[in-house]
């Protein structure tokens, strides 16, 4: 059974950092691209963060600077690292593995349950 699971969201300031993890199995990690997406309330799902199985990585512009995506091929896990967060980073983030072109959206077919990211203000 493919199967992802986030985990290190939570409650942060302004100006403080998160780091989220994301365990896989059931599935051949290294082959696959993993992405970080969020969704705010009333707002569409976003990528933020993705990673090629070869370690490229991709940031929505929002993020450049900010984040840091990488992946631990040994640990199955993939890691979002988030710093100089803002009120508007709040939203449910999601991790997602898919076999394709890292930085398509459409590459992305297999779902986490999705972590809160909530930063005050």
């Known amino acids: 059974q493919v199967q992802l699971v986030e985990s290190g969201g939570g409650l942060v300031q302004a100006g403080g950092s998160l780091r989220l993890s994301c365990a896989a199995s059931?599935?051949?990690?290294?082959?696959?691209?993993m992405g970080w997406y969020r969704q705010a309330p009333g707002k569409e799902r976003e990528l933020v963060a993705a990673i090629s199985s070869g370690g490229s990585t991709y940031y929505a512009d929002s993020v450049k600077g900010r984040f840091t995506i990488s992946r631990d091929n040994a640990k199955n896990t993939v890691y979002l690292q988030m710093g100089s967060l803002k009120p508007e980073d709040t939203a449910i983030f999601y991790c997602?593995?898919?076999?394709?072109?890292?930085?398509?959206?459409?590459?992305?077919?297999?779902w986490g349950q999705g972590t809160q990211v909530t930063v005050s203000s």
């Open positions: 997602a593995a898919g076999v394709g072109p890292y930085f398509w959206r459409s590459t992305y077919d297999i």
């Open positions: 059931g599935l051949t990690f290294g082959s696959y691209a």
